[in-house]
């Protein structure tokens, strides 16, 4: 049996693939050593959608890496990436409504968008997560703190409030963050209907573009540094075979390429 990749994070070199026996796991391009992710620190579960988010921390220290997990259960997990220990430690899980088609984290990290497969996605804040009693410790001074090998081996389980962000009228298929300035965030959002929408984020009840050009549903979507400050790139993959690089702001096609002729299985950009 093959094993499949779900996603890619180039600033690490980190990759989420799943295989049927193995599970789901992380393969680390750099140091070509796999870690593998035990879900509710036991269980081997093969994930259907993962992101992982990386936020860049002062010089000197190693960034934060967080990688999200959604299963057709509708249950989603976060982990948290221990480097010194090439470990992934689960901080929390929550159920959906519906099963989540596609997750990404907010650009600080404090936050995840999910999508679901009735076409509808939630904002969910990582800090509104908060510790059970059970896994807070006394010290002599009565202050609280965080008993870490309990938490570990009693992750959270906790039913949050969702915000809704936007709505499609079909499935969900992909939802990519793009940082247009430190002040400014796109929210790019695909379905079944071959179109890319791009809103702004948090305030997705505005509409930016909405981008056509492919022939078939859009199943993958990744945003592109540019050089200018001001400028936001987007590519999409289609069941049409194709990848578009798109213009976010103005919904303008800056590149097309055809795979029709290639014997690519799927697209993963």
Not at 19 to 35: C, I, M, P, W, Y
Not at 68 to 78: G, P, R, S, Y
Not at 177 to 196: F, G, M
Not at 221 to 231: F, G, M, Y
Request: glycine share 4%; proline share 4%; net charge negative.
């Amino acid at each position: 049996n093959m094993a499949y990749l779900v996603t890619a994070e180039p600033t690490t070199g980190l990759l989420v693939l799943v295989h049927e026996q193995a599970g789901t796991f992380v393969l680390d391009r750099n140091t070509k050593k796999s870690t593998t992710i035990l879900f509710d620190n036991a269980d081997l579960k093969v994930c259907t959608c993962a992101k992982i988010g990386v936020r860049i921390k002062e010089a000197g220290y190693e960034p934060e890496v967080l990688l999200a997990c959604a299963m057709d259960d509708k249950q989603a997990w976060v982990f948290k990436y221990d480097t010194h220990n090439n470990s992934w430690h689960q901080l929390l899980r929550c159920k959906g409504p519906k099963r989540i088609s596609c997750l990404d984290f907010s650009p600080d990290l404090c936050s995840i968008i999910a999508a679901d497969s009735f076409g509808d996605i939630f904002h969910l804040r990582l800090s509104d997560y908060q510790l059970p009693a059970s896994l807070l410790i006394k010290d002599g001074s009565g202050d609280q703190h965080t008993n870490a090998t309990k938490a570990h081996a009693e992750p959270t389980l906790v039913n949050p409030e969702k915000v809704l962000l936007t709505g499609h009228f079909s499935s969900i298929l992909c939802a990519q963050l793009c940082t247009l300035t430190p002040q400014v965030t796109l929210l790019a959002t695909a379905d079944r209907d071959n179109k890319v929408r791009i809103s702004r984020y948090p305030d997705a009840f505005i509409i930016e573009q909405v981008c056509f050009g492919h022939t078939d549903m859009v199943t993958c979507l990744a945003s592109i540094p540019c050089k200018q400050p001001t400028t936001v790139r987007v590519m999409s993959g289609s069941a049409d075979r194709s990848i578009i690089l798109w213009d976010a702001l103005t919904g303008d096609q800056r590149s097309l390429a055809d795979l029709k002729n290639t014997s690519a299985d799927g697209l993963v950009i």
